[in-house]
């Protein structure tokens, strides 16, 4: 149940236009909300929440949803493989909505928005939303990478990429 508004992080520490951290917020724990917060200079990832604790009760079909809006996202750079991500989103049902997010680059880097297998153990009572976002010079905008169970759903509609390698990947099940 943790919320967080209105942070700025920069993550050059020493401020010599290296980034120093690999993260600006993380959590594994959900429901977590984030929003109205400008995370820069990251080499990993800016919002990361692999989202499993706690499991959900038997039933349960979406009721610890995250939610991540209107958040200022840029520079988030790695060398490593995989690394650099915007905003990552892992088996926690997540509406993800109006974020501007620029400038996440690396080698074979994820992406702007990473939403992995964001699935419940039953069946979700609502859609995964990706609206209204705005990339702008991302390896990848957008990848919607989700698996294991079947019927979910997923809605992305209304963002708005420019100068990406790849717009929208979209790999699952």
Request: proline content about 4%; aromatic content about 10%; overall charge negative.
């Amino acid at each position: 149940g943790t919320t967080i508004t209105y942070l700025t992080i920069t993550g050059d520490s020493d401020s010599n236009g290296t980034p120093d951290i690999k993260y600006g917020i993380y959590s594994e724990s959900r429901p977590l909300r984030v929003d109205h917060c400008t995370i820069s200079t990251i080499r990993g990832y800016g919002i990361c929440h692999p989202g499993t604790d706690p499991s959900p009760a038997p039933g349960d079909t979406d009721s610890l949803r995250g939610y991540f809006g209107y958040n200022f996202i840029t520079n988030i750079t790695h060398t490593n493989a995989g690394m650099a991500t915007g905003i990552y989103t892992e088996h926690a049902p997540s509406t993800i909505v109006s974020n501007d997010i620029a400038t996440v680059r690396g080698v074979n880097a994820n992406s702007g928005i990473l939403v992995a297998s964001c699935y419940y153990v039953t069946n979700m009572s609502d859609w995964v939303n990706v609206e209204g976002n705005c990339f702008s010079d991302c390896t990848m905008a957008l990848w919607a990478n989700r698996f294991g169970t079947a019927g979910d759903k997923m809605r992305i509609r209304s963002n708005f990429i420019t100068n990406s390698v790849i717009g929208i990947r979209v790999t699952g099940a």
